[in-house]
């Protein structure tokens, strides 16, 4: 297996195995920020290869000093000589962290091994070996005569003061042949607010124009535009596909394609405008060229406890799921894995009949900031009834919360895309899963086996203004979303929860998540939410949610809460948005909404 050189290789396994556990030693070890390139990371916080392994920057030599123990001693020290100690950088001003706590700063990290201010004249020798170049993007296919390319950018954007938006734009691409895009390269403007770029190519001729930018987000639109045909994250210079496959467009296939930009602006910045976007390279198509197709695996209903060194989040493409989506034999080149600031190792494996048949990603050291696309030459054969494993690993040891599924930057993901042919063997785009059940079982309405019976989560969920579960009736006829937990609320609640199999552990998180996503459902929740904690509790009838215990009502709980209804400290509120699942994913989803 062949990575491609469009991207940052990972180092030697155990190197970055060897940093990744001083990462947990260090307070924020896995927070540091690189000192010129915004939105990366510096996780070898001791080395000067930004990645670990090799020579030691200063802190690193004392860090070695202290035993590779954090002390008052190394805490105190001021490595890099810029005036503020390693604890001010790190997020530990009075040097009292351990291993076991959570520190007392997690914002306004710095880099102890580098001075600053970085540019200044009693620094520039010291921070020699940082490197602030961004690699150049190098595909040779491009240099070929028929090659032509479209710019895809953003007329200059203003971003909103707040940390996460999400800005999209059409545009039109040629339609006199047909085409295959061969490579896409960035066109990066504002480095401090880029996170990601997405592009999909319209399935129908007459999808919605957007001629200028304006917010729009992960939750799938009905504008027809679900098939991915170019990406960007963090540190990549361009994606170039091999020498003979393509994504098909023109005047038989994609005419039409949706410019998606995720900026992220933690420091909530007025004023920061943006102008970035994507350049498409294409040539005309040509028989020998294989038609492309992305394929999107992974879930979006997981929760990252805090103060976890390894927390694994695993999602399966199930062989019955392949056996529909995949009608003839294909092959995939190529994988590329996505988590956020928190993933420390992901893979994506391929088995057939029971047995391992190779890992399509194999990430033993992630960085979110150094995506690598993991080639197979030859490529890998997939068959209907293969299953595709994919599994995501955190490193939540500094996380002084419950992180859950999101799309901010300081959610988290477990993305990954496949880079497959001929697009005509494939009957979908999307095999992920929605906690137990995959794609298909939600097609289907696979019911959920719990400690209670089966949850027939469909029916429980769905409601219309012909049709309601006896809980929405009767919890909208007596409870009321102020936070109190009134007896004839309470009545309903406990009958709930005692028969309805869908309120057990097992099947909240789907349940939850299927609520979230409609304000009918979200009000629902509220509702149940007023009694619930109460409830577990034991209040007495009448009292107000919340209590001593750490129990709460909706005020506290809505979208705070764990699977028991119990609260989690600063939790964010359960993500509705998620990634964009192509067409068909996202009509075998709304056939049960």
Not at 73 to 92: F, H, K, V
Not at 174 to 201: C, F, K, S
Request: proline share 6%; glycine share 10%.
């Amino acid at each position: 297996m062949a990575t491609l050189t469009l991207f940052l290789v990972a180092l030697a396994i155990g190197s970055s195995q060897a940093y990744m556990t001083f990462q947990n030693q260090i307070p924020n070890g896995n927070q540091v920020p690189h000192p010129c390139k915004a939105n990366f990371m510096w996780p070898g916080v001791g080395h000067e290869n930004r990645l670990g392994g090799g020579v030691n920057n200063q802190f690193g030599l004392d860090f070695k000093d202290a035993g590779y123990w954090w002390n008052e001693d190394i805490c105190r020290a001021d490595s890099d000589g810029d005036g503020m100690t390693n604890g001010q950088e790190l997020g530990d001003p009075d040097c009292v962290w351990s291993p076991d706590q959570i520190p007392a700063r997690s914002s306004d990290i710095s880099h102890p091994g580098v001075c600053d201010p970085f540019n200044s004249p009693q620094c520039t020798l010291k921070n020699s070996f940082v490197e602030c170049e961004l690699e150049e993007f190098d595909c040779p296919r491009i240099k070929n005569e028929d090659v032509n390319h479209i710019d895809m950018a953003f007329l200059e954007t203003t971003i909103p003061p707040t940390e996460t938006n999400y800005y999209c734009m059409t545009f039109d691409l040629p339609t006199d042949q047909d085409y295959h895009v061969i490579a896409t390269e960035p066109i990066m403007d504002n480095m401090e607010v880029l996170h990601h770029i997405l592009v999909y190519a319209c399935e129908n001729d007459n999808a919605t124009e957007i001629p200028t930018p304006r917010t729009c987000g992960m939750e799938a639109e009905d504008d027809n535009c679900g098939s991915i045909i170019g990406l960007w994250s963090v540190g990549s210079p361009g994606i170039c596909f091999g020498d003979n496959t393509g994504y098909r467009i023109g005047k038989n296939a994609f005419k039409r394609v949706k410019l998606e930009i995720h900026y992220n602006n933690p420091m909530e910045k007025f004023g920061m405008t943006d102008k970035s976007g994507i350049r498409m390279y294409y040539q005309p198509a040509k028989s020998e060229v294989q038609d492309l197709i992305t394929l999107t695996l992974g879930t979006n209903l997981f929760e990252i406890p805090p103060r976890e060194p390894r927390v694994e989040v695993e999602s399966v493409c199930k062989g019955s799921c392949t056996a529909a989506m995949v009608t003839k034999p294909a092959k995939i080149f190529a994988g590329l894995n996505h988590m956020h600031y928190l993933g420390s190792e992901m893979t994506i494996e391929l088995f057939r009949d029971g047995r391992k048949i190779a890992d399509i990603s194999n990430d033993k050291m992630y960085n979110y900031d150094s995506p690598v696309i993991h080639t197979h030459t030859p490529a890998l054969d997939l068959l209907p009834g293969d299953e595709i494993r994919t599994t995501c690993v955190y490193n939540a040891m500094n996380s002084p919360r419950h992180v859950f599924y999101g799309k901010a930057t300081n959610d988290e993901m477990c993305f990954g895309f496949l880079f497959a042919y001929p697009k005509d063997a494939f009957a979908f785009n999307y095999c992920g899963t929605f906690g137990e059940l995959d794609i298909c079982d939600m097609y289907t309405g696979k019911k959920i086996q719990t400690s209670k019976g089966e949850c027939d989560w469909g029916a429980f969920t769905h409601f219309d203004d012909n049709y309601k579960p006896w809980w929405i009736a009767d919890t909208k006829d007596v409870c009321r979303n102020d936070g109190y937990c009134r007896d004839e609320c309470r009545e309903v609640i406990e009958r709930l929860m005692k028969e309805e199999p869908c309120m057990t552990k097992e099947a909240s998180m789907l349940v939850n998540w299927r609520l979230s996503t409609s304000e009918g459902g979200r009000r629902a929740l509220a509702r149940i939410n007023g009694c619930r904690g109460a409830i577990q509790a034991g209040h007495q009838h009448g009292d107000e949610g919340g209590d001593e215990k750490g129990q709460c009502g909706w005020d506290e709980c809505w979208g705070y809460c764990d699977q028991n209804g119990g609260p989690y400290d600063a939790a964010p509120k359960m993500a509705a948005g998620w990634v964009t699942l192509g067409l068909a994913g996202i009509l075998l989803i709304s056939f049960y909404s």
